[in-house]
Each structure stands twice: as C-alpha cells, then as structure tokens.
C-alpha cells in the first residue's frame, strides 16, 4: 500500500473517530446551600444526565442524588444553554449540596464536604474527569467577611482538586442579599494558575430576576444559566492566556503529545 | 569619570528594601478603605531596585566591563543563593500540593519554580528577571554609550507605565519588558550624574515638590486594587497608576536625598547591606505567618498588622542577621550578602 493511500486512510480514520465522539462535558457543581427543588423544571431532558450513587450516569431525576436538590433550577436551564450553545453534546452533571446549607457545612466534618467526599470516591470508581468545578455561591442573608469566604471556598477547591481530577473552577461568590445596596462590591480573585475563575456576579441581577430578596424567580435562573455559559467561555479564554503567559502551559503540553 | 561613594543611593536602597517588605505584607489588605491607598504608597518598589540595579552596573561596571567576569561573579553571589534558597521553596510547594493544583509532576514543578520564581516565595521571581538583565548587559551596555540612551529610557519608561507584570511574576522575560525603562533610568542617571549635581538646589527643591505632588495626585485618580489587571498579556497600553507613582516617588527620593541625605545613615546602610539577603527571607517569613500565623485571635486588624510587621520586617532582619554570623563569609554564596 502507498504511503499516499496509508495517509489518506489515517485521516479517514481520525475523521470519523472524531465525528463520532459526542462532546460530552462533565460539571461538578458545589452548591453552597439554598432552596428545595423545583419539581416542574426536573423532568427528563434529552442528553442531561447525572452521575448516580453507584458513580455511573443516570437520568436527570428529583432530587439529585447528592444533592439536597438546591439550585437544580439553575441547573436544567444550564444544562441545554450548553448544548444549545454547541459547547457540548451531553451534559453529565455532579451536584453535591445540602438543603440549608452554608459554607460552614463545606468545612472539615460539616455535612456537605463529607458528601462530597463520598460522591467523588464513588465518581473515581469509573475515573470520571470533571471540565468544570463550579462553586455556586448562594444568596444569603448573613454577611460574610471576604477574606473569610475566599479562604473557606479555596480550601474545599483544593482538597476537590486532590481527590479528582478535574480541569477549571469557575466560583460565584455569595452575596448578602438583605445587605444595603450602598455597600461596598467585593469582586474576590481566584487564582488563575490554578485554573480557577470567577462566575456568574449574583449581585448583577435584580428585581426583575428575583422572587424575593434571597430567591430568584424562573426567569432569574434562566438568566444565571446563560451567565454561567458566559463564565465557561471567558474561563477558557483566560486559562489559555494564562498558561501560555506563565509558561505553565508549555509543560502541560508534553504531557498532551506524549498521551494523545 | 569617577564619582564619591554615594550615600543618597545607598540610603535609597535601604528604603527600597523596606517598602519591598511592607508591600508583601497581607494584612494591609484587610484594611478598609485604606487598603488601596496603602497598596498605592507601597508596591512596586521592586521598580526602585531596578533603578539601582541599573545606576551600579554603569557606576560600577561600564569602564572595565568583562561579560564573562560579570556573568561568573553574578552566578556565585546571585544565582546560586537563588537556587540554594529555591530548594525549601520547591520542597514548602511541594507539600502545600502546588504542583498537583497546577496540573504538573513533582520534577516539571520543580524546573517551572527554578525558571519562573515559583509561587510560594512572593520575592523570588526577582531573581529570574534580573537574570536576564545580566544576560543582556553586553546590549545594556551598549545602549548605555549610546547617544540614543535618553530616547531608549523615555521608550522604556513609558512602556513601563503603560504595561502591567505578567500574572503571578511568572514569565521572566515579561517583567524583564516591564521593568526595562527603571533599568535604563538608573544607567541614564549614573551616565548624567555630573549634570545631575549641576542643578542648583532651588530646582531640586522645586522638583522634589513637583514630584511628591504628582505622586499624590496619582494617588487620588488611582481606581483601586480590584480594578488591577493580572496580566501582562492583553493588558498593553493600561495606565499603571502604581509603577507611575513610583517614578514620581523615586524622583523626589532621588534628589530629596541626594540634596539632603547624602550622608552616611548606619541603619539605612545596614538594611541596604543586607537588602538583598532579606529580599529572599522576607518571602519565607511572609509564607509562614500567612500560613500558621495569620488565623491567630487578633484583637483587631491594626493589632494584626502590626504583628505581620514585626514578624516580617523584624523576623527578617534578625535571620539574615543570624546567618551571616554563622555563615560568616560563605553567606554570600547562601543569602547573597
């Protein structure tokens, strides 16, 4: 066989590996505490799909399966903004949270962070990998000291990213929802080197997208789900920025031609 | 040509190394509404040892430049207290888990820190900077006989200004681009010094005046720490509010202490002494009250403050203090100094 022939079959072949691999797109997302679910926007979606107790993909179905369903209802219309959006073709989500939670429950021993222990060493069983680690911060009516918080969040990010093996974090900070308007805005930095990036500004949103003070309404989390979308594709920007400007990138990149 | 000793420049450096310190110092972002403008007053003073850099190397080196001497004589008193010093680095990010965050092995980790400066130690990514400011002194030193030098400095100098350093000082060449204008300043005012002495004491009144208040004036326009880009990429034609105060801070310094300081200051000349040693501990000293000290029950951000202070400024100056009586004259080849 001719060498022009080998090369027109390789690429034939890599053509139509590549046609067939769906784009699937895996999210872990940390939901700081919040509402119950919404049961009318949980129902069966094509290509949304979760990761279930025993770490294998399951269908979408209220509650989740490792969370106390909080923010699902951001979750759904996420789910199909990003297929809509030709980021993916499946979207195979890992909510952890626990109803009424804060992020004092993501501290040692508190109840989410030892959930989320559980629910990653059963995700590892079959070596999921996570392109995202989402922190969705919660509207609250406590204050809560910045510093404090970043710390709080940045030690339940690393010990996620010890335990798995996951890609960007994209955070959204939690905002005191009963807190006087005149206040000072906190935009928190994350560490970019990390591949860690903020999210969606709850703050940003207002009456219009609100239930209440602390709650959003429909159209408030169909909006968040296009802001996380938004979040995703300015994370990717970023990180490639980044990694190139420290040199980190350059590293990795061994690594890939070395594996692909 | 051939100048006294100058004790401006060595006071000047004793400043530097202070400012240096206190603008790693964490708690002053916790401050309030003073934490911009604390943050304003102090960062970049790196900018200033830039200066210096540049005024020693033509004060001190140009007439009998040797590349190769300059280069070997840099490797045992710079670069190898660098790496001597980036063994703990490596091994403190080692265990804080640094490289799995950054997606890297242990030895990839290891080579990023030595090139880069790491992430662990804040100061340590000065050394690769100035690194290849030592490696380009055959260009500097061309440009610095060159009667282009002042067109090159104003090109610098406004590139500094309207550029930011490279996320996390993590690209050496970046912040060499960056920091290139204060180098060629501080050649440009070694080069023009007997001029510079020329101006008669009003004018260097009037400039010293001129120049404290354009670096309030900045100061006041200044938008904030939040509003900081991080990056040197994308970031291009950016006013930088903090390095420009600095020119306008290290000009009136400049003359301020060349008009009234240029007499010998055994504390200034102490701490400029040992600048370049503390240049390096001060980064440790930070990393462990930030990591073991910071979350202690202060009775308030002041009193926490003042203990990062203390630990810091005065830890550092005590370590290095300590190693050079035991190392005695093997500290160079250690701390550098």
Known sequence: MSSVVKVFLILVSVLAMHAAQSRDMRILALQEGGVACKNDLMNDMENISQIGPDGQEVAVASNFEWSDCNDGAVLMPLGEELIKSGLADRVIFLPVGVEGGGVEDWQDGGRAIEKLKLALTKANVNNTRFDYVFWQGNMVSADVAPNEYQQSISKVLKSVKLQTNADKFIISSSVNCQANDTLKKTTLRWDPLYNRFPGPDLQALGDDYRADHCNFNQRGYKKMAQLWVQSISEAETLSQRYQKESVLYYFKKKYKTLFN | ?337
């Open chain 2, 1 to 337: 040509m051939k100048l006294n000793f100058r004790y401006s420049l060595e006071n000047f450096r004793g400043v530097a190394i202070i400012f240096v310190m206190l603008s790693h110092i964490g708690s002053f972002k916790s401050m309030g509404q003073y934490s911009d403008y604390l943050f304003y007053f102090l960062v970049d003073a790196t900018a200033w040892f830039v200066f210096i850099s540049g005024y020693l190397f033509y004060y001190l080196e140009i007439e009998k430049f040797n590349y190769t001497k300059y280069l070997a004589r840099k490797l045992k008193f710079v670069i190898l207290p660098y790496l001597i010093l980036s063994v703990p680095a490596i091994a403190a990010g080692l265990y804080l888990s640094r490289n799995i965050l950054m997606d890297l092995t242990a030895s990839d980790y290891a080579i990023w820190s030595i090139l880069t400066g790491g992430t662990v130690v804040a100061p340590m990514w000065f050394i690769p900077m100035i690194a290849v400011f030592f490696l380009l002194t055959p260009l500097l030193s061309r440009i610095a006989k060159s009667p282009l030098l002042l067109a090159v400095t104003v090109v610098g100098l406004l590139f500094s200004i309207f550029s930011f350093r490279p996320v996390h000082n993590s690209n050496a060449i970046f912040s060499f681009l960056h920091f290139a204008g204060f180098y060629l300043l501080g050649i440009s005012a070694a080069k023009h010094a007997l001029q510079l002495d020329a101006i008669s004491d009003a004018w260097k009144v009037r400039i010293i005046v001129l120049s404290l208040l354009a670096f309030v004036l900045i100061g006041f326009s200044y938008p904030g720490m939040e509003a900081e880009p991080i990056s040197f990429l994308g970031t291009i034609g950016g006013l930088n509010y903090p390095i420009l105060g600095k020119l306008a801070l290290l000009v009136a310094i400049f003359f301020a202490f060349e008009r009234f300081f240029n007499v010998q200051n055994k504390s200034l000349s102490f701490m400029a002494k040992i600048s370049f040693g503390l240049f390096f501990i001060h980064g440790f000293a930070t990393l462990v009250f930030v990591k073991w000290l910071n979350g202690l029950a202060y009775p308030g951000d002041f009193s926490r403050l003042g203990a990062e202070v203390f630990f810091v400024v005065g830890g550092s100056i005590v370590v290095v203090y300590v190693l050079r009586r035991v190392l005695g004259k093997w500290s160079r080849y250690v701390i550098g100094c």
